[in-house]
């Protein structure tokens, strides 16, 4: 990078200088652009870049007034876009700017050790260049969230500029995130429920310019005059009979051992209206799948000793075996895999995935698993790096949500399905409980949860939490 001590923007606190600029090096123009955005949070900004931002609506729905044309990458997909370039056409001083821009993976300019400790929740990074392939400058946008919503802090790298581009740069930025800001309430808040039903708002756009629409089995419907879609008012989300908190609630149950059966009896129970099972697992399916794609860039902070704990379970009759990589100090599920024959099949895919997630390799290993398992193990590693000992695993070398989820709940899960191990559903799901075993706090149980322990910022804290900012975007 252009910046010298890029790392110190990891710091806690603020630099001197956070809006304004100074020369580099080479004629080089060094931004920095401090803005607030409040009631948002970091979340949103980047779920916005990496699922929503892919064509000119969506370019010029952020800022209509500067943005004119964007091309998305042909390899760009939803929450995958690190390493793609896009095409843009930006209006400056009346001129239109066309640009090429690649997103980077933070990892390759900061500091990986200081980035996985760092407390931004968010950090998206952009290099800029012309048609000719000419590099134009950098981008680093680092999110944090504050009390008041969120805050970005911007770091630009503009090479050949002058002072009057500098200045243009930071009122253009100023305008530009605020009026994301606005664009992100607007698409991810989720009011808060009037404490009567004297209030009513449209369930679509959120417009108090409602009109009674009639009444049918003497449930008054509504009509809103902004959007001019029709709605009753029971706080159910839109084109749903059920709400926020039933969807969560039957997601956070299924997650905490109850059967697809006995959550459909719960919400009939709730709503008066009872759901198919198929229904409640595409929910399931569903927020389980946005889940994985948000977390994926997460990078938990560990030892440097794992277990591999390796359990066998039924499945369908089948002898089948659960294998887990798990971080000893913050009891973290770096890894999990599920196959019906023992040792052999996966592990060195269960190894990678683990040393991937982690960022790094153990110095030992604890297992109880098989010798063959034993044996895949140190040839993933490489003999001589990794140290392996064969141990019995108790309850006492691991959280006790660990044993809940992984001992009794993902087994009563699991026997009774009737779709193979290796059917992506499965797979979906048995990442899930990894997920929910991670990073939620189920029914409020745990003081702290492994994520937490492996010092990563969650912007949510509950299934609640998660799909009331994701649920008009899945």
């Not at 900004?45 to 004119?68: A, F, M």
């Not at 695993?393 to 809940?404: G, N, R, S, V």
Request: overall charge positive; charged content about 20%.
């Amino acid at each position: 990078m252009l910046i010298e001590n890029i790392n110190d923007l990891l710091e806690p606190g603020y630099l001197p200088i956070e809006t304004g600029y100074n020369w580099g090096p080479d004629g080089q123009i060094n931004v920095a652009v401090l803005s607030q955005m409040s009631g948002c949070k970091a979340e949103w900004v980047e779920r916005w870049i990496s699922h929503n931002l892919q064509d000119t609506p969506s370019y010029k729905k952020w800022n209509s007034q500067d943005h004119i044309y964007y091309e998305g990458d042909r390899n760009w997909k939803p929450g995958r876009y690190i390493g793609t370039t896009h095409y843009t056409e930006v209006r400056v001083n009346d001129e239109t700017k066309k640009s090429l821009v690649r997103y980077l993976d933070p990892a390759a300019i900061f500091d990986l050790i200081k980035l996985q400790k760092v407390g931004f929740s968010k950090i998206i990074c952009v290099e800029g260049s012309h048609l000719d392939g000419t590099s134009d400058g950098f981008a680093i946008h680092l999110m944090r969230d504050t009390a008041e919503g969120c805050e970005m802090r911007t770091r630009y790298i503009i090479c050949n500029g002058t002072s009057k581009a500098a200045q243009l740069r930071i009122e253009q930025t100023l305008y530009s995130m605020s009026k994301l800001s606005e664009l992100l309430r607007n698409i991810y808040s989720v009011p808060q429920l009037p404490a009567n039903n004297s209030i009513v708002t449209c369930k679509f756009c959120q417009s108090d310019r409602i009109v009674k629409n009639g009444m049918r089995k003497n449930v008054q419907y509504w009509l809103c005059k902004d959007c001019g879609r029709g709605f009753i008012n029971n706080y159910a989300l839109p084109k749903m009979r059920y709400s926020i908190s039933t969807l969560a609630s039957a997601i956070d149950n299924y997650y905490s051992g109850n059967s697809l059966n006995k959550i459909c009896q719960d919400i009939e129970q709730k709503t008066s209206y009872l759901p198919s099972s198929s229904a409640v697992y595409t929910w399931i399916k569903k927020f389980t799948e946005a889940a994985l794609i948000d977390t994926v860039n997460y990078n938990p902070v560990v030892g440097d000793i794992w277990f591999i704990h390796e359990q066998n379970i039924s499945i369908n009759g089948n002898s089948g075996y659960l294998t887990n990589v798990i971080d000893k100090n913050t009891g973290f599920v770096l890894a999990t895999s599920l196959s019906y024959q023992e040792g052999t099949q996966g592990i060195q895919e269960l190894m990678n995935s683990a040393s991937h997630k982690a960022g790094k390799l153990p110095r030992e290993i604890w297992t109880n698993a098989c010798k063959n398992s034993q044996e895949e193990i140190a040839w993933a590693f490489r003999p001589g790096k990794v140290h392996i000992i064969k141990m019995e695993i108790t309850e006492k070398d691991l959280p006790e949500k660990y044993f809940q989820t992984w001992g009794t709940v993902i087994k009563n899960r699991l026997k009774p399905s009737a779709k193979p191990v290796t059917n992506p559903g499965t797979r979906v799901l048995l990442n899930g409980f990894a997920f929910h075993y991670n990073y939620v706090n189920s029914q409020g149980n745990y003081n702290k949860l492994p994520a937490e322990a492996a010092k990563i910022q969650l912007p949510f804290r509950d299934w609640q939490d998660f799909i009331s900012t994701h649920i008009y975007n899945i």
